[in-house]
């Protein structure tokens, strides 16, 4: 199977049968929204410019195919349908010898969730270039872990616009996501800062802002963090990069272990943002878009507590956020809220949402509702999401990275099926 354009440009497309090409509207406007330059990271070569006549123009860039146009192509079909596989959301513009390499292995080495990030992180760019903001957009690419508890080492992983952490329990999910938020919070780190207890960690982290960068961090303790950044020593990481993650209340929060909270304060300290904030993004919750929550609204009650009421699919609308919504209802209201958090982030800083346990109570259908919500363009932020290996539903939009065992060896592919 060949991209859609068999030659480079618009081509001179004769539909096939079977063969989910795209329009010809669909390849201007994927070039368009690429600025003409090539989407792979680090290329940006320019694919259009003056022809060997004085007053026509030669395009060589290709709409390339994320998922493909036909059943057995690289990355398969995703179980996308014939139409959504001619739709400009599966289309990326790269130039000729990207896209070429994209397909190579049957695009073993580029599963869709790369691809989407290498689309995002771009997009982003010409969009504030567009507005003449000096905004920075950026993206995780890898994380090459050579010391550490857990893992068996060296190993690397790499993360797409949205990945999924596979694995047991005990099986180094929560540490990745530890030492992923440690590049621009040293504090996630503290924890695995026991020498005695876990020996010496040492990981690099390769980034994106669009510009390749190599993080390197060592942990010795908790007061001795060394980073390098493209090898050269620098006292932090001066780049941000933004982590949105729920933390865990242990949350039945009407377990006894919790003091009883307003929903205000349950939002607040479940998202870590203050309560004044929560307050002004609950109006933002499924305004547009791929969400199954909306409707949130505040209730000041007589005792001068404040109850939040949501409206969530599958249930009877204005319902009570602690009292009355399941534990799995109550996950999707708080991944909606921060989705919001992280989306707005995502202007002006790269985002990352690491979502860890809130994702346990969701069953695969969920899952894959919530897989399908993260990974749209609505949300131009990357999310990686903890699983434990039963119930992992079938994320054809994810990466998804399978952890084994105790020691941790590292599968990488995308999941096809439960
Ligand atoms: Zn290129």
Not at 330 to 346: G, T, Y
Request: net charge positive; with cysteine.
């Amino acid at each position: 199977m060949r991209r859609s354009d068999s030659a480079t440009g618009w081509g001179p497309m004769t539909p096939k049968k079977n063969r989910a090409d795209f329009s010809r509207r669909v390849k201007i406007d994927v070039a368009k929204r690429s600025a003409y330059r090539c989407c792979f990271p680090d290329c940006e070569r320019t694919t259009t410019g003056p022809s060997e006549s004085q007053n026509d123009s030669i395009t060589t860039g290709i709409a390339a195919h994320i998922f493909s146009a036909q059943d057995n192509g690289p990355r398969g079909s995703g179980g996308l349908s014939f139409e959504s596989r001619q739709s400009i959301e599966n289309a990326i513009w790269l130039c000729a010898e990207h896209a070429s390499r994209i397909d190579k292995n049957n695009g073993m080495e580029f599963p869709a969730s790369t691809l989407l990030s290498y689309k995002r992180i771009h997009e982003e760019k010409i969009r504030h270039e567009r507005d003449g903001i000096a905004a920075k957009t950026g993206w995780i690419h890898s994380l090459a872990i050579d010391r550490a508890p857990i893992f068996r080492t060296p190993t690397e992983l790499q993360f797409g616009k949205v990945t999924v952490l596979h694995g047991d329990n005990d099986s180094g999910k929560t540490a990745l996501c530890d030492w992923l938020q440690g590049i621009s919070d040293p504090q996630a780190l503290s924890k695995w800062a026991d020498p005695k207890r876990y020996g010496n960690l040492s990981f690099e982290v390769t980034y994106l802002d669009p510009v390749r960068q190599k993080l390197r961090v060592r942990v010795q303790s908790r007061d001795e963090i060394e980073y390098f950044i493209n090898g050269e020593p620098v006292p932090f990481d001066p780049n941000p990069v933004r982590f949105v993650r729920l933390k865990d209340l242990r949350l039945n929060p009407l377990s006894d272990r919790l003091p009883p909270m307003t929903d205000l304060d349950f939002l607040s300290r479940t998202l870590s943002v203050n309560p004044a904030l929560v307050r002004n993004m609950l109006p933002l919750v499924g305004i547009q878009g791929k969400g199954t929550v909306g409707g949130l609204r505040l209730d000041h009650l007589q005792d001068g507590s404040i109850r939040v009421w949501t409206d969530v699919h599958g249930t009877s609308p204005g319902l009570s956020l602690q009292k009355q919504l399941s534990g799995s209802e109550r996950s999707r209201v708080l991944i909606e809220i921060a989705a919001v958090f992280a989306r707005h982030s995502a202007k002006r800083v790269p985002t990352v949402f690491l979502l860890d346990w809130a994702a346990k109570s969701l069953d695969s259908r969920w899952m894959s509702l919530i897989v399908e919500f993260l990974s749209s363009e609505e949300n131009p932020f990357q999310t990686i999401i903890e699983r434990v290996t039963n119930g992992l539903g079938g994320h054809d939009m994810a990466r998804v990275v399978s952890l084994n065992g105790n020691t941790a060896d590292v599968t990488i592919g995308p999941s096809t099926s439960e």
